[in-house]
């Protein structure tokens, strides 16, 4: 029974995750009409956890409705570390799981809590956020003349190193003030093999369609070969799929059938595995040229 539960609770999540996904999606569409989006809902939904793990009184009860609206299933269990410590345990389950060490994919996660000297924070929580997510705490003083300086340079030394260098100065100027009180960061890094790899030497400068008016030249890595590609007839996409040499891991990626479909591609977002499954197979042994930027 014991299992069941978990599978299930796993399972709820993964699914949170993906809904969760199109939702901030939909925001984010809305006040970046016209620019490039990348996230990680998983970031963004772990985040919220370790907030969720320390809340109480009327904090905790309008978390709990934005957990009841990603189906999150909440489970009673020990105090320790709240009423919602299953949800806690499978997230520690489902990041420890896609984290494993693997000789052919990196994929680091990494949570740290940086809080102003002049709030007190409860050992039990520090604990149990320790626990679960594996974060620590460093203590700043916000406050101070050059607080806000020295805490984003900590904090951007953090997440560069964290992210093998790829990501630097994630904090802008003024991103942080005097008034800050705690922030809590989460750093993702992926490095991945393909399980047929890009010759670099085939890399071309193809246009890449910005409207059916406007087009730019673009280097794009290309590819001839045999890919798993769904036609989703009805919502005028096709979903094709990138594994990684793991066998665990794949990207998706989702093209109108129409140049000037890129909004129908974006009300599909969080239904791609759907879709992927319920569409109609191309033959698996018709040769593709891909191309992608």
Request: hydrophobic residues 40%.
């Amino acid at each position: 029974f014991a299992l069941d539960n978990t599978d299930f609770t796993m399972g709820s999540i993964s699914a949170a995750n993906a809904e969760f996904s199109f939702d901030v999606f939909k925001e984010l569409k809305v006040l970046h009409a016209n620019d490039n989006i990348c996230y990680s809902p998983l970031t963004i939904i772990s985040t919220l956890a370790m907030v969720y793990l320390g809340a109480r009184g009327n904090t905790q009860s309008q978390m709990e409705k934005v957990t009841n609206a990603m189906c999150l299933p909440v489970f009673m269990s020990s105090p320790q570390c709240g009423t919602s410590e299953y949800i806690h345990n499978s997230f520690k389950d489902l990041l420890s799981d896609i984290t494993k060490p693997n000789a052919t994919y990196s994929l680091k996660i990494a949570d740290r809590i940086y809080i102003d000297k002049t709030y007190p924070i409860l050992p039990e929580y520090l604990k149990c956020v320790k626990q679960f997510y594996k974060a620590e705490l460093e203590e700043i003083n916000f406050r101070a003349a050059t607080g806000e300086a020295v805490a984003r340079q900590l904090i951007n030394s953090w997440v560069e190193k964290e992210t093998n260098g790829q990501i630097q100065n994630f904090l802008e100027s003024g991103s942080i003030d005097l008034d800050t009180a705690l922030v809590l960061v989460n750093a993702v890094y992926f490095k991945g093999i393909w399980k047929t790899p890009f010759k670099e030497e085939h890399t071309e400068e193809v246009p890449f369609n910005v409207t059916e008016q406007e087009s730019r030249p673009v280097q794009m890595m290309c590819q001839n070969g045999t890919f798993k590609v769904a036609s989703v007839a009805a919502e005028k996409i096709k979903i094709l799929e990138l594994p990684y040499a793991s066998g665990q891991l794949s990207m998706l990626v989702l093209l109108p059938d129409d140049i000037s479909g890129l909004e129908q591609v974006r009300s599909c977002q969080g239904k791609q595995r759907r879709y992927f499954f319920s569409g109609t197979w191309l033959p698996p042994d018709l040769l593709l040229s891909i191309y992608i930027p």
